[in-house]
């Protein structure tokens, strides 16, 4: 089975400052997919980022980008320019290649970004 | 961008009634749509994955006849919590996976359940 840990229950940032959330996971599969999930107070689940294990570039997505390392099994996210609407629940989740897999969530960081 | 509605977004029932909750794709079809609960500042557990036409699969620990879930088409999969009791007080989120796309997932807005 697979398993998804953020070792930060909680962060803070100063606005418009950078900050990088830890995400490790472990699985046996060489094809799988990598998600980072952002949850504000409205509980709203959104799609932040998502990486494809075989592909070695970094994702990025405006100021969001991943540091995805396959030997280590790490996938952390950082955020450039911290704004205050950044503020919430960050989820790390991992899917494995099968169609039929689900996300594993790992157990979340919250992020506050100060002004 | 893909939406999926989740209704209601908050529910107040007695002890002993039940209580259904729907999850619905509105502009894509979901052969697989996924249910989760979530406790307070954790993170999300699955509880089943729900195929359309097929019985949905548990997660280990939850119980299937309080937890019925029905994936009757290809957009709509409900969620009821029988004989509800306040333990059974959560968030419940449920997620559609594009049908085709393989890795892509939209989840609903969640419902907020509390039995009294």
């Known amino acids: 089975a697979q398993t998804v840990t953020q070792s930060q229950p909680e962060m803070s940032v100063q606005e418009a400052e950078t900050v990088t959330l830890s995400c490790t996971y472990d699985?046996?599969?060489?094809?799988?997919?990598l998600f980072w999930y952002k949850q504000p107070p409205s509980r709203q689940m959104i799609l932040v980022i998502r990486q494809e294990a075989y592909k070695q570039q970094n994702a990025t997505e405006n100021r969001f980008s991943v540091n995805f390392q396959k030997a280590a099994k790490s996938f952390s996210l950082k955020i450039s320019d911290s704004q205050l609407g950044d503020t919430a629940m960050y989820f790390c989740a991992f899917m494995g290649g099968n169609a039929g897999n689900m996300l594993t969530f790992g157990g979340g960081t919250r992020l506050m970004v100060k002004p | 961008g893909a939406v999926v509605s989740q209704h209601p977004s908050r529910v107040i029932c007695k002890s002993g009634t039940s209580v259904k909750i729907e999850c619905r794709s509105l502009d894509f079809q979901a052969t697989t749509m996924f249910w989760y609960r979530q406790f307070p500042k954790q993170s999300l557990m699955l509880m089943a994955t729900s195929n359309e036409g097929s019985k949905a699969t548990y997660e280990q620990g939850v119980e299937k006849d309080k937890f019925l879930i029905n994936h009757a088409s290809l957009t709509l999969s409900t969620l009821t919590v029988t004989s509800a009791h306040p333990e059974d007080s959560s968030f419940y989120i449920c997620?559609?996976?594009?049908?085709?796309?393989?890795?892509?997932?939209?989840f609903g807005e969640g419902s907020w359940l509390t039995v009294v």
């Open positions: 699985t046996s599969e060489s094809n799988y997919y």
């Open positions: 997620s559609a996976r594009v049908a085709g796309s393989g890795n892509t997932i939209y």
